[in-house]
């Protein structure tokens, strides 16, 4: 079946270690996306990639980076720069500008 | 991209229709209403769009006012699975991605 998958589900990390989200697509979509999102709130945009090699930053991307090698993967590290970085993470991609497919999200906890 | 208003919450029994409404008076003619619904600890799941027209799929109705500052979805007949999050988003369209921004939403809470 076609579609997203963002690992790990659940994630634990002590201040100061850096921590990779990855985020896989085989919709063969152009466009990918991270968001960021804390408990009652809306989405945040964090960074956004419409092809390889390039990506753009979102509303909220200092403390993070990312990297488009591949059409189909997208991975988001969290650095120690992020000082609040306990969060829900979630990845998407898309075909068209509106048309966003998310994946099941990450949930992420720094002890 | 032109800035959304929802109701906080919403309630709905079931089997009944739910119409949630959202404004964007400031719409531009090249924008496109999107709405999306996010159910507890899940990615949020696309509904439907439309630019002028009334749209219609397998999941909900949108209507489009004619002069296009607000819309409402119907879900005709809402279920227990449809208590989320829903999301209504103006973004323009064309070929740039760019971002997609989710306000607060409305929180529709279906009964039984």
């Known amino acids: 079946d076609g579609g997203i998958t963002q690992s790990p589900k659940y994630l634990f990390r002590k201040e100061g270690q850096n921590v990779t989200l990855s985020c896989e697509q085989n919709l063969n979509h152009d466009a990918m996306y991270w968001y960021r999102q804390d408990p009652g709130q809306g989405l945040r945009l964090i960074y956004y990639s419409q092809i390889v090699n390039d990506f753009q930053k979102g509303d909220i991307a200092e403390g993070y980076s990312v990297s488009r090698e591949k059409k189909e993967s997208f991975p988001l590290t969290v650095t120690s720069a992020q000082k609040n970085p306990t969060a829900f993470y979630l990845c998407?991609?898309?075909?068209?500008?509106?048309?966003?497919?998310f994946g099941e999200g990450s949930r992420l906890t720094v002890l | 991209d032109a800035k959304t208003t929802q109701p906080t919450s919403m309630d709905c029994a079931e089997g009944r229709a739910a119409n949630l409404p959202c404004n964007h008076s400031t719409i531009s003619g090249n924008e496109y209403v999107y709405w999306y619904r996010q159910i507890h600890s899940q990615g949020p799941q696309y509904i439907i769009h439309?630019?002028?027209n009334n749209e219609t799929n397998e999941m909900a109705s949108l209507i489009i006012t004619e002069d296009r500052k607000s819309s409402t979805l119907i879900l005709p007949h809402a279920t227990l699975r449809d208590t989320a999050v829903y999301y209504c988003i103006v973004k323009a369209g064309g070929t740039s991605y760019g971002k997609l921004t989710f306000g607060q939403g409305t929180i529709l809470t279906v009964h039984p």
């Open positions: 998407a991609s898309s075909n068209w500008p509106g048309e966003l497919f």
């Open positions: 439309g630019l002028k």
